[in-house]
């Protein structure tokens, strides 16, 4: 360890236990960068907001359903939103303690439905140091556009019973069609069809058959549905494109692929796929392959049309927000025979909820599973987690250890398959955001080499080849895999630091390059100078 007075980057007054400036500035600004540089390409054409920092230097509002701004994406179940305008770990201020705005209160146990299951509690407070708690309402727990459910009622609201019998009248109107086992019945019927009698709906994202033909004869539709697309039903079903609801993205097949090849090499042989159906979908792929692949998943998700293509031993539909199984105990209890299988061993749990989702919710949600994994009631399970992987943005890390302090957060970077900025290579952006959150240890969890990945000695964990170790910070500190030069360059911008900058990147190089640093003239006047600018920062 360095001692009292060691230079890090070339700088004095840094110490063990202490960041060097060139840490703590990149540390503090890498999410304004990201802000200002990169993620205002994430906002759609007109909107500017399917962006999870809602396209502005800043997280914009979480998902709630009253208008709260910003827009979403999701792979599966979840949407790419927003989440706490002008809040830099994009957080929502409703959700931490002492700031103003509308906080969630949970799930009450004798609380309202809507279509989307029963309803969350939350409670406005006003800001300031004396922050009073308004009047508490309960609101839909899926969706943040009062279009999408107006759901709405004041906790101490006396409700007539006219308007309760509406209420229950207008939730089975707005029930799907069909039950998930007719959708099942269905889909046996269908496939037992000649090839030119299959169609597809793309309206209204339903298999056909020749007998109701006539009732869409005004739709698009595909024709000659094959078995293959019956088998990768998210590359048939259109991606739902209401932004304040789930805008869906899905997981590429690179970022895909992967998943299921490390699930594999650790030992896995259950995934429970919570709003990941493209993982889902490649794990039934391959198990209706070959025999020799052991894997197998059970997709919880809120989209209820792949009930069309899974049987209800392979799908729940189920909301992540409530942990509300819409089938009712029977789909409670297929997953908790999921879990429980082989006593709880070799499971794990994959999800990638909406990034503008109340991070509470969700973990309540999460550790709700896990409780029900521990049911198995084997030794050890009470003291253990359930293995996971939670994907979602880095800037959420401190929100998530809040929750499950266990948690690491790994550099892999997520990719999603239709949408140009989050693609790999040379067609889509190259900095993901996304990350693998998880509470397996961090050095079992192996990066692929050949995307530009190493294993950290000091740290026993791999990270981006870009993200050199500090020894002063004794930790690879970026979260973006920069290097220091590069974000040193991007946040000293102005003319006054812009004059430094080159004798401050010639010190980075030479430190990143282990070559001897010359002593400054004035150090102390360049280390004053620069933490003056970073505070103004």
């Known amino acids: 360890m360095p001692t009292e007075g060691n230079k890090c980057h070339g700088l004095k007054g840094t110490g063990p ?25 994430f906002s759609s054409p007109g909107g500017g907001a399917a962006t999870p920092l809602g396209g502005a230097a800043a997280p914009a509002a979480p998902l709630l359903p009253y208008p709260a701004g910003g827009e979403g994406c999701r792979e599966g179940g979840g949407s790419m939103a927003a989440s706490g305008e002008g809040d830099p770990e994009g957080l929502c201020g409703a959700e931490r303690p002492g700031a103003g705005g509308l906080a969630l209160l949970g799930l009450a146990p004798s609380a309202p439905s809507c279509p989307h299951g029963p309803a969350l509690l939350f409670v406005k407070t006003s800001q300031g140091k004396g922050k009073e708690e308004g009047r508490r309402f309960y609101a839909c727990s899926a969706c943040r556009d009062r279009k999408d459910c107006n759901f709405f009622q004041w906790e101490d609201e006396k409700v007539s019973e006219t308007r309760l019998a509406a209420r229950e009248e207008y939730n ?8 998930h086992r007719q959708n099942v019945e269905r889909y046996k019927n269908f496939v037992l069809l000649p090839l030119s009698k299959r169609r597809f709906c ?12 006539e009732k869409h004869l005004d739709h698009q539709f595909l024709c000659n549905i094959s078995t293959a697309q019956l088998k990768s039903p998210s590359q048939l079903l259109y991606p739902l494109e209401n932004k304040k609801t789930n805008a869906q ?25 919570v709003g990941t159906p493209r993982l889902h979908e490649m794990i039934q792929s391959k198990a209706s ?5 052991r894997v197998r998943s059970l997709l919880l998700d809120i989209d209820f049309r792949y009930s069309q293509f899974y049987t209800e031993d392979e799908f729940c539909h189920y909301n992540m927000f409530n942990h509300y199984f819409f089938g009712g105990e029977a789909a409670c209890e297929t997953c908790r025979k999921f879990l429980h299988q082989d006593n709880g061993e070799r499971v794990i749990m994959v999800t990638d909820p909406p990034f503008g989702g109340l991070v509470g919710a969700l973990a309540s949600s999460f550790k709700k599973l896990m409780a029900m994994w521990k049911e198995t009631g084997k030794e050890g399970h009470n003291n253990q987690e359930m293995p996971m992987f939670w994907i979602f943005p880095y800037f959420f890390e401190s929100r998530i250890l809040e929750f499950f302090p266990s948690f690491s957060m790994m550099d892999y970077q997520v990719d999603y398959d239709n949408h140009a900025l989050y693609k790999h290579g040379k067609t889509g952006r190259r900095q993901s955001p996304v990350r693998i959150f998880t509470n397996l240890t961090p050095s079992m969890i192996v990066l692929p080499v050949e995307e530009g990945y190493r294993f950290c000695t000091i740290c026993q964990r791999y990270v981006s080849s870009g993200n050199q170790h500090c020894e002063i910070c004794n930790s690879c500190t970026s979260k973006l895999g920069f290097t220091v030069i590069i974000a040193t360059a991007v946040l000293f911008k102005t003319t006054l630091v812009r004059r430094l900058m080159l004798a401050v990147l010639f010190v980075a190089r030479q430190v990143t390059s282990a070559v001897p640093v010359p002593v400054s003239p004035a150090p102390e006047q360049l280390a004053k100078l620069m933490k003056s600018k970073s505070s103004k920062l």
């Open 202 to 213: 793309q309206e209204c994202q339903q298999l056909l058959f020749p007998a109701e033909w």
């Open 249 to 273: 993205y899905l997981f590429a097949d690179r970022s895909c692929q992967f998943l299921l090849d490390l699930i594999i090499d650790l030992g896995f042989r259950r995934v429970l796929s």
């Open 289 to 293: 392959q070959g025999e020799d692949f």
């Open 172 to 179: 089975r109107n707005h029930q799907p069609p069909f039950t």
């Open 17 to 41: 236990g202490l960041r060097c400036v060139i840490c703590r500035a990149v540390s503090r600004r890498e999410f304004w960068f990201i802000s200002s540089v990169f993620l205002t390409e």
